[in-house]
């Protein structure tokens, strides 16, 4: 059974920065997209930032530009969010997930397959 387990969400203050982490079990990573989701309360779950099998393509959400970076590590079967210059909006609950495949279509949550429970953002101002 593949399991996805997020770290590293926690408080911080806006302008302040967190790394985000993700392991996946019983997949193998360097075969599959991976991406970072989030949804806040009252809102629908959206694509943060995706990235394919090995790295080579990329996708920001545009809000998330120039302050997000997406990392992979396939030896280390891990994915990384980093999050610099955080905004109050940033506040949600975030999750990894992992797609069947080696490409993340849309970044949307319907592409992918695998998901971990969340690890929750918060920015205060």
């Known amino acids: 059974q593949v399991q996805v387990v997020e770290s590293g969400g926690g408080l911080v203050q806006a302008g302040g920065s967190l790394r985000l982490s993700c392991t996946v079990s019983e997949l193998t990573f360097g075969n599959n997209a991976m991406g970072w989701f989030r949804q806040a309360p009252g809102k629908e779950r959206e694509g943060v930032s995706c990235?394919?099998?090995?790295?080579?393509?990329?996708y920001y959400v545009d809000y998330v530009k120039g302050r997000f970076t997406l990392s992979r590590d396939n030896v280390k079967k891990t994915l990384y969010l980093q999050m610099n210059s955080l905004k109050t909006e940033d506040t949600a609950m975030y999750y990894c997930?992992?797609?069947?495949?080696?490409?993340?279509?849309?970044?949307?949550?319907?592409?992918?397959?695998?998901w971990g429970q969340g690890t929750q953002v918060t920015v205060s101002s």
């Open positions: 997930a992992a797609a069947r495949g080696p490409y993340y279509g849309n970044c949307k949550p319907a592409d992918f397959n695998y």
């Open positions: 990235i394919s099998y090995r790295g080579g393509s990329l």
